[in-house]
């Protein structure tokens, strides 16, 4: 175990980086339940950052810390462990964890999800909770995307990181070019399908664009297929996670029942 009581200490200056999102392929995971969900799926564990004075011996602490090497353990102060953390009244235990990186990224081969330059946090954790409640394995982030690592992210999607493979900085037309599955955009215009009335396939790249501006016109460009939620004319639009989880689902309703395309 290894005490670090001064914020001027090498290591600390690296977490403090870590936790403003400035260290490339490196995070934290504020909280007991991530952590837990980091052991159960992660395998590339940095450390464990617990809180000086704090009494683990409660019995979910005592199987969360089982088999941990000592050497990974890092305990901080009061003053301390709370800058590295996104909360008011931070749990009592940090993961730090490396992000697992590819040399480089697969082009999807079954049902995924393609997010167009998404910036809130909150929308992003909730997509890649609902794409892996319904078997998602992949989702692609274009370049302008918020970080999907970032402290908000993480919480939003409550562990749903580490049964995804999430690719960044996609390029998006090279994306487009050799992507061999058809591309399902939300969108209002003459053209869209209701999402109810429609059979939809298998295997598709739900697209789902920036939560202002929408998905970017080159996507158009492209072969696709446009569906559109219904709704009361008292709202103009659905937020993106929502609308990312009434798709999926009603695909997942779909294949669950035999009535899918079976593409």
Known sequence: MKLITSKDNALYKHLYKIAQGKVKDEALLEGYHLSQMYKAYGQHLQGVILLEGYDYSEERWQALLADIDPHKIIILNTALFKQ?????????????????????????????????????????????????????????????????????????????????????????????ENNPLPLYITYLDDKASHLYQSSLPKNVVWVLGNEGQGVEKRFFNYPHQTIFIPQLEQVESLNVGVACALVLYEQWRQVSNGFSQSI
Do not use: E
């Open 84 to 176: 590295l953390n996104s909360v008011d009244s931070p749990q009592a235990i940090l993961f730090w964890i490396r992000i697992a990186t590819v040399a480089s990224i697969p082009i999807p081969k079954q049902n995924t999800v393609f997010l167009d330059r998404l910036q809130d946090p909150g929308n992003m954790g909730t997509i890649f909770r609902t794409s892996a409640a319904v078997g998602i394995q992949s989702i692609y982030l274009s370049k302008g995307c918020v970080n999907p690592w970032s402290a908000k992210v993480l919480r939003s999607a409550q562990g749903a990181h580490f049964v995804l493979d999430i690719y960044t900085q996609v390029d998006t037309n090279y994306f487009l």
